[in-house]
């Protein structure tokens, strides 16, 4: 099975690039620089579910503020690698999370899952969201409990917030770790944050000095935090999908064995699939 996750150009090359699919009535809803549905969004939304309905939940607010400032879409379509990638993977957290959208064809975001996870608890919620396009920006415009942020980039959203509850995904997170990490942590002391990373140091050489340089970072910035991450492929993984929640040490403490049984499962279940091949006649 092919990844269909790595980015097929940076976004700073002049190029108006994103994933397309043969039905092509379905490319006007995409509008991404990788396939939606893919072995990091699975790895997300299995760890926004947990987080979403394991977070402790300060009910004397009212309402739970989260923060998701590169929202992209409520939701895409659920195209054809995508239902096939996850017919193969079975009963998961994940699926189980997004089987209202799956019915009417569809994948939730991370944003919408949390959304749901939090209503699910009980709690009323309000979800912040800001993307760079305006067009998958509007279309949280109809969705109850969302507000969208008249700022200019992702970042700003992270330097003055009451969330709670803060996803992190830029495109490239490792590309500018320096500035953001600090903000972060600060973050960090009373909200939980979760990042997501396309981590490439399988690859070796800048790729891997890079990510060293972020992980001694991480550990010098003494932010407590949980890490798990799964090959981008089954066959031949170039790169690593990766999780990090940073957050107060009690929260790190209970979010610890369901996040590493959950990201346990998925990697056995991809590694074991490419362990052993027969050919030949």
């Known amino acids: 099975m092919a990844d269909g996750n790595e980015p097929a150009l940076n976004p700073g090359d002049g190029k108006n690039w994103s994933w397309r699919v043969p039905a092509t009535g379905q490319n006007t809803d995409l509008g991404l ?27 004397s607010r009212g309402k739970v503020i989260c923060l998701d400032p590169w929202c992209g879409a409520p939701d895409y379509p659920l195209i054809e690698n995508a239902a096939m990638r996850l017919d193969w993977l079975g009963n998961c957290r994940f699926i189980d999370s997004q089987r209202d959208w799956l019915e009417n064809g569809k994948l939730a975001s991370t944003g919408s899952l949390v959304r749901q996870g939090i209503i699910g608890r009980g709690m009323e919620v309000e979800l912040r969201v800001f993307d760079s396009d305006p067009g998958r920006l509007s279309l949280w415009s109809s969705i109850a409990g969302v507000t ?26 490792l590309a500018s770790w320096e500035q953001t990490l600090p903000r972060l942590a600060v973050l960090a002391k009373s909200s939980t944050v979760l990042v997501y990373i396309y981590n490439r140091s399988p690859r070796g050489g800048e790729h891997t000095r890079k990510y060293n340089r972020f992980r001694k970072g991480l550990d010098e910035s003494g932010t407590p935090y949980v890490t798990g991450r799964i090959g981008s492929d089954i066959l031949l993984p170039r790169a690593f999908h990766e999780m990090l929640v940073l957050a107060p040490g009690q929260v790190t403490n209970l979010l610890e064995a369901e996040l590493a049984k959950a990201t346990r499962q998925l990697a056995c279940k991809m590694s074991t699939a490419g362990c052993f091949e027969t050919g030949g006649s």
């Not at 008249?150 to 495109?171: H, K, M, N, Q, W």
Request: proline share 6%.
């Open 33 to 59: 620089l990788y396939e939606p549905g893919n072995w990091g969004d699975i790895l997300k939304g299995t760890w926004a579910g947990i987080i979403s309905s394991m977070v402790p939940i300060d009910k």
């Open 148 to 173: 969208t942020l008249s700022i200019s980039s992702g970042e700003e959203a992270l330097e003055d917030t009451e969330a709670e509850l803060v996803l992190v995904d830029p495109y490239d997170f």
